[in-house]
Nanobody
Framework: VQLQASGGGLVQAGGSLRLSCDASGRPGNIPAVGWFRQAPGKRREFVAH????????YYADSVKGRFTISRENAENTVYLQMNSLRPEDTAVYYC?????????????????????WGQGTQVTVSS
């Protein structure tokens, strides 16, 4: 499975961006997908997760109400709509997918659950 994250950029605080995660290399719908981020000098952190059919989504408390994860299985793409961006959202954002196994609840917050990762896209929010 290959994942390609895109859509990052420079935006002012309060602005919006939409990240895309395009999947290829696997027949059928892409499995569950998560978004993570890592800021300079900080540990990678969970942002959001969506199940294979879009029926379940989880969000980190820091992004709830501002970010929305969605998927378009016909296009093998998962999106992360980011609104009301803050300087503290600045990070490299990665998408990842769980191919071998599943997760539920807080398990989906654990990056070790994910089998394949994309290369990351930079998001910079200026104050």
């Amino acid at each position: 499975v290959q994942l390609q994250a895109s859509g990052g950029g420079l935006v002012q605080a309060g602005g919006s961006l939409r990240l895309s995660c395009d999947a290829s290399g696997r027949p059928g719908n892409i499995p569950a997908v998560g978004w993570f981020r890592q800021a300079p000098g900080k540990r990678r952190e969970f942002v959001a997760h969506i199940s294979w059919n879009g029926g379940t989504a989880y969000y980190a408390d820091s992004v709830k109400g501002r970010f929305t994860i969605s998927r378009e299985n016909a296009e093998n793409t998962v999106y992360l709509q980011m609104n009301s961006l803050r300087p503290e959202d600045t990070a490299v954002y990665y998408c990842a997918t769980i191919v071998w196994g599943t997760c539920s609840g807080y398990e989906c917050y654990d990056g070790n659950k994910y089998d394949y990762w994309g290369q990351g896209t930079q998001v910079t929010v200026s104050s």
